[in-house]
Protein backbone atom coordinates (compact mmCIF):
# COMPACT_ATOMS: atom_id res chain seq x y z
CA UNK A 1 0.00 0.00 0.00
CA UNK A 2 1.26 3.93 -0.75
CA UNK A 3 0.80 5.50 2.53
CA UNK A 4 2.37 8.93 1.03
CA UNK A 5 4.19 9.70 -2.03
CA UNK A 6 7.83 7.31 -2.03
CA UNK A 7 6.13 5.59 1.11
CA UNK A 8 5.27 2.14 0.37
CA UNK A 9 4.87 -0.56 2.50
CA UNK A 10 3.06 -4.33 2.58
CA UNK A 11 0.34 -4.17 5.25
CA UNK A 12 -1.39 -7.71 6.40
CA UNK A 13 -5.12 -7.51 6.72
CA UNK A 14 -7.20 -10.89 7.13
CA UNK A 15 -8.77 -12.39 4.34
CA UNK A 16 -13.00 -12.11 4.39
CA UNK A 17 -15.27 -15.05 4.63
CA UNK A 18 -16.51 -15.44 0.39
CA UNK A 19 -19.74 -14.04 -0.08
CA UNK A 20 -22.37 -15.88 -2.55
CA UNK A 21 -20.76 -15.10 -6.32
CA UNK A 22 -17.78 -13.90 -4.80
CA UNK A 23 -14.27 -15.35 -5.61
CA UNK A 24 -10.77 -16.14 -3.67
CA UNK A 25 -7.86 -15.71 -6.10
CA UNK A 26 -4.03 -16.75 -4.72
CA UNK A 27 -2.16 -14.30 -6.49
CA UNK A 28 0.79 -16.43 -8.68
CA UNK A 29 1.99 -13.27 -10.67
CA UNK A 30 1.48 -9.28 -11.06
CA UNK A 31 3.39 -6.92 -12.90
CA UNK A 32 4.07 -3.06 -12.42
CA UNK A 33 3.61 -0.95 -15.13
CA UNK A 34 5.54 1.97 -14.89
CA UNK A 35 4.41 4.69 -16.99
CA UNK A 36 1.05 5.07 -14.81
CA UNK A 37 2.47 3.82 -11.50
CA UNK A 38 5.34 5.82 -11.28
CA UNK A 39 4.11 8.98 -10.88
CA UNK A 40 1.55 7.63 -8.68
CA UNK A 41 3.77 6.62 -6.33
CA UNK A 42 5.95 10.00 -6.65
CA UNK A 43 2.94 11.90 -6.04
CA UNK A 44 3.12 13.58 -8.86
CA UNK A 45 0.46 12.31 -11.14
CA UNK A 46 -1.91 14.72 -12.27
CA UNK A 47 -5.50 13.49 -12.00
CA UNK A 48 -9.32 14.82 -12.07
CA UNK A 49 -9.28 14.11 -7.83
CA UNK A 50 -6.78 14.56 -5.15
CA UNK A 51 -4.89 11.23 -3.88
CA UNK A 52 -6.26 9.70 -1.15
CA UNK A 53 -3.89 7.49 1.36
CA UNK A 54 -3.37 4.25 2.11
CA UNK A 55 -3.49 3.43 -1.61
CA UNK A 56 -3.31 0.11 -3.29
CA UNK A 57 -0.79 0.31 -5.94
CA UNK A 58 -1.01 -2.39 -9.59
CA UNK A 59 -3.67 -3.59 -11.15
CA UNK A 60 -2.45 -6.39 -12.83
CA UNK A 61 -2.85 -9.83 -11.43
CA UNK A 62 -2.82 -13.81 -12.75
CA UNK A 63 -3.59 -15.98 -10.01
CA UNK A 64 -5.38 -19.55 -9.34
CA UNK A 65 -8.89 -20.14 -7.69
CA UNK A 66 -8.67 -20.82 -4.18
CA UNK A 67 -12.26 -20.83 -2.93
CA UNK A 68 -15.53 -20.14 -4.49
CA UNK A 69 -18.70 -18.36 -2.48
CA UNK A 70 -22.06 -20.23 -3.07
CA UNK A 71 -23.39 -19.84 -7.12
CA UNK A 72 -20.34 -19.09 -8.52
CA UNK A 73 -20.60 -21.23 -11.86
CA UNK A 74 -18.10 -20.06 -14.29
CA UNK A 75 -14.70 -21.21 -12.34
CA UNK A 76 -13.58 -23.68 -9.90
CA UNK A 77 -10.92 -24.00 -7.44
CA UNK A 78 -7.69 -25.10 -9.27
CA UNK A 79 -8.12 -22.82 -12.50
CA UNK A 80 -6.00 -20.09 -13.43
CA UNK A 81 -7.16 -16.47 -13.92
CA UNK A 82 -6.82 -12.96 -14.49
CA UNK A 83 -7.84 -10.11 -12.39
CA UNK A 84 -7.63 -6.81 -11.35
CA UNK A 85 -6.99 -6.28 -7.69
CA UNK A 86 -3.73 -4.52 -7.33
CA UNK A 87 -0.13 -5.82 -5.25
CA UNK A 88 -1.75 -7.99 -2.85
CA UNK A 89 -1.44 -12.02 -2.17
CA UNK A 90 -4.82 -12.80 -2.33
CA UNK A 91 -8.39 -10.95 -4.01
CA UNK A 92 -11.77 -11.22 -3.06
CA UNK A 93 -13.90 -10.73 -6.24
CA UNK A 94 -17.31 -10.88 -7.89
CA UNK A 95 -16.99 -13.89 -10.34
CA UNK A 96 -17.82 -11.65 -13.19
CA UNK A 97 -14.50 -9.77 -12.83
CA UNK A 98 -11.85 -12.91 -13.07
CA UNK A 99 -11.24 -14.51 -16.44
CA UNK A 100 -10.12 -17.59 -17.13
CA UNK A 101 -6.46 -18.06 -18.65
CA UNK A 102 -5.66 -21.15 -20.95
CA UNK A 103 -2.87 -23.85 -19.17
CA UNK A 104 -0.50 -23.03 -22.02
CA UNK A 105 -0.47 -19.55 -21.75
CA UNK A 106 2.65 -17.79 -19.98
CA UNK A 107 1.64 -15.08 -16.92
CA UNK A 108 3.57 -12.89 -18.96
CA UNK A 109 0.95 -13.24 -21.78
CA UNK A 110 -1.79 -13.82 -19.34
CA UNK A 111 -0.91 -10.23 -17.39
CA UNK A 112 -0.77 -8.38 -20.93
CA UNK A 113 -4.97 -9.55 -21.36
CA UNK A 114 -5.28 -6.51 -19.12
CA UNK A 115 -3.66 -3.96 -20.76
CA UNK A 116 -4.05 -5.37 -24.04
CA UNK A 117 -7.92 -4.53 -23.92
CA UNK A 118 -7.37 -1.02 -22.26
CA UNK A 119 -5.71 -0.41 -25.60
CA UNK A 120 -7.81 -2.44 -27.91
CA UNK A 121 -10.68 0.08 -26.98
CA UNK A 122 -9.21 3.14 -28.23
CA UNK A 123 -8.40 1.07 -31.25
CA UNK A 124 -11.69 0.09 -31.73
CA UNK A 125 -12.94 3.73 -31.21
CA UNK A 126 -11.15 5.22 -34.23
CA UNK A 127 -11.03 2.36 -36.31
CA UNK A 128 -8.36 2.78 -38.78
CA UNK A 129 -8.88 0.29 -41.84
CA UNK A 130 -6.05 -1.99 -42.92
CA UNK A 131 -5.40 0.50 -45.96
CA UNK A 132 -4.84 3.51 -43.86
CA UNK A 133 -1.61 4.89 -42.64
CA UNK A 134 -1.19 4.69 -38.34
CA UNK A 135 1.57 6.56 -36.44
CA UNK A 136 2.14 5.83 -32.62
CA UNK A 137 3.82 8.28 -30.41
CA UNK A 138 5.74 6.16 -27.91
CA UNK A 139 6.85 2.50 -27.43
CA UNK A 140 6.59 2.23 -23.79
CA UNK A 141 3.98 -0.86 -22.54
CA UNK A 142 0.93 1.22 -24.26
CA UNK A 143 2.65 2.00 -27.15
CA UNK A 144 4.29 -1.46 -27.82
CA UNK A 145 0.57 -2.92 -27.46
CA UNK A 146 -1.24 -0.86 -29.89
CA UNK A 147 1.39 -2.14 -32.26
CA UNK A 148 0.86 -5.52 -31.61
CA UNK A 149 -3.66 -4.70 -31.98
CA UNK A 150 -3.24 -2.68 -34.81
CA UNK A 151 -1.43 -5.50 -36.65
CA UNK A 152 -3.60 -8.28 -35.08
CA UNK A 153 -6.86 -6.41 -36.28
CA UNK A 154 -5.26 -6.11 -39.67
CA UNK A 155 -3.53 -2.53 -39.91
CA UNK A 156 -0.38 -2.89 -42.15
CA UNK A 157 1.42 0.31 -42.09
CA UNK A 158 2.35 1.41 -38.74
CA UNK A 159 4.87 3.76 -38.26
CA UNK A 160 6.58 4.37 -34.42
CA UNK A 161 8.07 7.38 -32.47
CA UNK A 162 9.89 6.89 -29.72
CA UNK A 163 13.64 8.01 -28.67
CA UNK A 164 15.15 5.11 -27.20
CA UNK A 165 17.19 2.98 -29.77
CA UNK A 166 15.73 -0.75 -27.78
CA UNK A 167 12.23 0.39 -27.41
CA UNK A 168 12.54 1.16 -31.08
CA UNK A 169 13.67 -2.24 -32.18
CA UNK A 170 11.64 -3.93 -29.81
CA UNK A 171 8.19 -1.71 -31.49
CA UNK A 172 10.01 -3.18 -35.00
CA UNK A 173 9.94 -6.72 -33.87
CA UNK A 174 6.33 -6.81 -33.21
CA UNK A 175 4.95 -5.39 -36.31
CA UNK A 176 5.92 -2.06 -36.46
CA UNK A 177 6.79 -0.83 -40.69
CA UNK A 178 9.00 1.56 -39.43
CA UNK A 179 10.48 3.00 -35.77
CA UNK A 180 12.46 5.83 -35.72
CA UNK A 181 13.47 9.02 -33.69
CA UNK A 182 10.80 11.90 -33.55
CA UNK A 183 13.32 14.50 -35.60
CA UNK A 184 13.87 11.41 -38.22
CA UNK A 185 10.06 11.18 -39.00
CA UNK A 186 9.45 11.51 -42.70
CA UNK A 187 7.22 14.01 -43.90
CA UNK A 188 3.73 12.17 -44.67
CA UNK A 189 0.33 12.72 -43.74
CA UNK A 190 -1.35 9.83 -41.56
CA UNK A 191 -4.62 9.08 -41.48
CA UNK A 192 -4.47 7.69 -37.88
CA UNK A 193 -2.52 8.75 -34.73
CA UNK A 194 -2.41 6.89 -30.71
CA UNK A 195 -0.83 9.02 -28.44
CA UNK A 196 1.31 6.94 -25.80
CA UNK A 197 3.89 8.57 -24.11
CA UNK A 198 1.75 11.10 -22.07
CA UNK A 199 4.23 14.29 -23.97
CA UNK A 200 2.76 17.15 -24.92
CA UNK A 201 5.24 17.56 -27.41
CA UNK A 202 4.87 14.30 -28.83
CA UNK A 203 0.87 14.99 -28.87
CA UNK A 204 1.81 18.61 -31.21
CA UNK A 205 3.85 16.24 -33.69
CA UNK A 206 1.00 13.67 -33.85
CA UNK A 207 -1.26 16.56 -35.08
CA UNK A 208 1.32 18.21 -36.88
CA UNK A 209 1.31 14.82 -38.95
CA UNK A 210 -2.21 13.99 -39.21
CA UNK A 211 -4.01 14.97 -42.52
CA UNK A 212 -7.43 16.32 -42.94
CA UNK A 213 -10.06 14.98 -41.09
CA UNK A 214 -7.62 12.76 -39.29
CA UNK A 215 -8.14 10.84 -36.31
CA UNK A 216 -5.92 11.21 -32.70
CA UNK A 217 -6.51 8.98 -29.50
CA UNK A 218 -4.91 9.16 -26.44
CA UNK A 219 -3.93 6.29 -25.24
CA UNK A 220 -1.92 7.78 -22.49
CA UNK A 221 -3.07 7.99 -18.83
CA UNK A 222 -2.87 12.35 -19.20
CA UNK A 223 -0.78 11.40 -15.96
CA UNK A 224 2.56 13.20 -16.66
CA UNK A 225 1.97 17.16 -18.08
CA UNK A 226 -0.99 18.47 -19.95
CA UNK A 227 -1.61 17.98 -23.48
CA UNK A 228 -2.47 20.83 -25.80
CA UNK A 229 -4.33 21.13 -29.25
CA UNK A 230 -3.18 22.96 -32.06
CA UNK A 231 -3.40 24.88 -34.91
CA UNK A 232 -3.30 21.73 -36.86
CA UNK A 233 -6.69 20.65 -34.78
CA UNK A 234 -8.50 23.20 -36.58
CA UNK A 235 -7.32 23.83 -39.33
CA UNK A 236 -7.38 20.02 -40.77
CA UNK A 237 -11.14 19.45 -38.92
CA UNK A 238 -9.32 16.75 -36.42
CA UNK A 239 -10.99 14.65 -34.27
CA UNK A 240 -9.08 13.56 -30.74
CA UNK A 241 -10.88 10.83 -28.74
CA UNK A 242 -9.47 9.80 -25.18
CA UNK A 243 -9.75 5.79 -24.07
CA UNK A 244 -9.02 4.32 -20.56
CA UNK A 245 -10.29 0.95 -19.45
CA UNK A 246 -11.25 -2.01 -21.28
CA UNK A 247 -13.71 -2.74 -23.80
CA UNK A 248 -14.73 -5.95 -22.57
CA UNK A 249 -12.26 -7.95 -20.90
CA UNK A 250 -13.88 -11.87 -21.11
CA UNK A 251 -14.96 -10.88 -25.31
CA UNK A 252 -11.29 -9.65 -25.93
CA UNK A 253 -9.66 -12.49 -23.68
CA UNK A 254 -11.55 -14.93 -26.00
CA UNK A 255 -9.80 -12.94 -28.87
CA UNK A 256 -6.49 -12.16 -27.78
CA UNK A 257 -5.36 -15.90 -26.15
CA UNK A 258 -6.56 -17.00 -29.81
CA UNK A 259 -4.23 -14.79 -31.13
CA UNK A 260 -1.12 -15.26 -29.05
CA UNK A 261 -1.34 -18.46 -28.38
CA UNK A 262 1.56 -20.87 -30.12
CA UNK A 263 1.99 -17.71 -32.22
CA UNK A 264 5.53 -16.78 -31.19
CA UNK A 265 4.65 -13.05 -31.05
CA UNK A 266 7.31 -11.96 -28.46
CA UNK A 267 4.86 -9.90 -26.77
CA UNK A 268 6.83 -11.54 -23.05
CA UNK A 269 9.72 -8.98 -24.30
CA UNK A 270 7.92 -5.78 -22.95
CA UNK A 271 8.38 -7.41 -19.55
CA UNK A 272 12.48 -6.17 -19.54
CA UNK A 273 12.54 -7.08 -15.72
CA UNK A 274 11.08 -10.01 -13.45
CA UNK A 275 11.56 -8.98 -9.84
CA UNK A 276 9.86 -10.92 -6.38
CA UNK A 277 7.02 -9.51 -4.84
CA UNK A 278 9.26 -8.86 -0.97
CA UNK A 279 11.09 -6.68 -3.85
CA UNK A 280 8.11 -4.27 -4.58
CA UNK A 281 9.58 -1.28 -2.05
CA UNK A 282 12.93 -1.46 -3.19
CA UNK A 283 12.17 -1.70 -6.91
CA UNK A 284 9.75 1.56 -6.31
CA UNK A 285 12.31 3.08 -5.11
CA UNK A 286 14.88 1.99 -7.69
CA UNK A 287 12.37 3.65 -10.42
CA UNK A 288 11.77 6.94 -8.81
CA UNK A 289 15.63 7.42 -8.75
CA UNK A 290 15.78 6.62 -12.08
CA UNK A 291 18.29 3.36 -11.33
CA UNK A 292 15.94 1.62 -13.58
CA UNK A 293 13.90 2.21 -16.82
CA UNK A 294 12.13 -1.28 -18.05
CA UNK A 295 9.14 -1.12 -20.11
CA UNK A 296 7.32 -3.04 -17.81
CA UNK A 297 8.05 -5.54 -14.68
CA UNK A 298 6.55 -8.58 -13.76
CA UNK A 299 6.61 -9.80 -10.11
CA UNK A 300 6.62 -13.08 -9.04
CA UNK A 301 4.94 -14.04 -5.93
CA UNK A 302 5.61 -17.92 -6.04
CA UNK A 303 9.16 -17.57 -4.21
CA UNK A 304 8.01 -15.24 -1.56
CA UNK A 305 4.53 -17.87 -0.67
CA UNK A 306 5.10 -18.97 3.09
Request: with cysteine.
Amino acid sequence: MLTAPRRVGWVTEGLPALRSGEVLVRTDAGSISVGSELPIYRGEARSGSPARYPLMTGYENVGTVVGCGQDVTSVRPGQRVFASYGHSTHGVLPEEKVVEVPKDISDALALLAILSCDVAKGVRKVAPKPEETVLVAGAGAIGLLAVFVLGAYGVRAVDVIEPSRDRRALAQRLGARSAVEPEALVPDEYSVAFECSGRDEAFSLLQRKLGADGRLCVLSDGNLEPLFLRPEFHERELSVVGSSDGWDYREHARWYFSVVHGAGTGLENIFELRVEAEDLPRTFEDLADGRMRPVKILVDYRATRP
